[in-house]
């Protein structure tokens, strides 16, 4: 039978109960902005979760762009996925170092985009996996390439035009997941050229308003009332955005717990509308 997850995020305990199963990939996806002065793949290097293969967000790209890791090419997603160890018949399960998804949950909706429903966040990450005392290994994991065959999903992605297009129009609500000093235009972007402010009609939910204080999701109930607490009316379709589509993707992890799946997430994100000539920007509180 093959492995199934029970949604989508696991626990610390279920991991540890699953690790030998050959169907099982455990990916470490930490990603960290350069002012976080952390080395994502040197921490991944000095202990990991055992057998856990590393997911550099950078380089599973479309590397054609000037902006930062966006989905990767059709074409290139079964050579860089599949160089993962990541088949048709794998159980997926992320995790990164943050304590909060900063960048776990980018790795599940990338797999989800190309059609890869078995994957799911490790709850807690690998902080909360330390915290237990359970075991970690230290090196490089190098798979065996493995078939990945894409399937993709337009729903699940937005961009700059379709974002526009839905704040015009009012089909959709678009949910910012930066920190309120970057969303208010007090805080200045991380990014060279890219300007402060928000989008015009916006919302803003800081990413990590969706987990407690361990980095667990909380319950369907809480994140729906973090949510409504913004503003965002949750009968109405959310686009989900951040500084460059990674964090976005915590907030529709927490959508998909809550069951509210007419979600989709703005690749390109502020650096991309930010950083264009001609897009409307506005600052001070939603």
């Not at 860089?80 to 990164?96: E, F, K, N, P, T």
């Not at 930066?178 to 208010?184: A, N, T």
């Amino acid at each position: 039978m093959p492995l199934e997850l029970p949604g989508p995020a696991v626990s610390t305990d279920w991991l540890a109960s699953h690790l030998a199963d050959r169907d099982l990939v455990v990916v470490d996806g930490s990603w960290y902005l350069p002012a976080m002065q952390r080395d994502a793949k040197a921490e991944y290097r000095s202990g990991h979760i055992p057998g856990a293969v590393f997911w550099d967000i950078d380089v599973i790209a479309d590397r054609t762009t000037s902006l930062p890791h966006m989905l990767p090419s059709l074409s290139d997603a079964p050579r860089l996925i599949g160089g993962l160890g990541i088949g048709r018949s794998s159980a997926v399960v992320a995790y990164d170092g943050s304590g909060n998804n900063l960048s776990a949950a980018r790795i599940w909706w990338t797999l989800r985009v190309f059609g890869h429903d078995r994957v799911a966040v490790l709850d807690g990450g690998i902080g909360k996996w330390r915290r237990e005392g359970r075991p970690l290994e230290s090196g490089e994991v190098r798979p065996n390439a493995a078939e990945f065959v894409p399937r993709f999903r337009p729903a699940l992605v937005r961009s700059l035009g379709e974002v526009a297009a839905a704040l015009e129009t009012r089909t959709a609500t678009v949910v910012d997941a930066r920190g309120p000093g970057r969303f208010e235009g007090s805080e200045p972007e991380p990014r060279p050229g890219v300007r402060s402010g928000h989008m015009p009609g916006a919302r803003n939910l800081p990413f990590g308003s969706v987990v407690d204080g361990e980095g667990v999701l909380l319950d369907a109930t809480a994140i729906r009332e973090r949510f409504e607490e913004a503003g965002v009316d949750l009968a109405e379709p959310v686009i989900l955005s951040c500084g460059s589509g990674v964090s976005a993707c915590a907030l529709a992890l927490g959508l998909e717990r809550a069951g509210h799946r007419d979600y989709a997430v703005y690749d390109g994100s502020w650096t991309e509308w930010g950083g264009h000539p001609s897009t409307p920007v506005v600052s001070g509180p939603s």
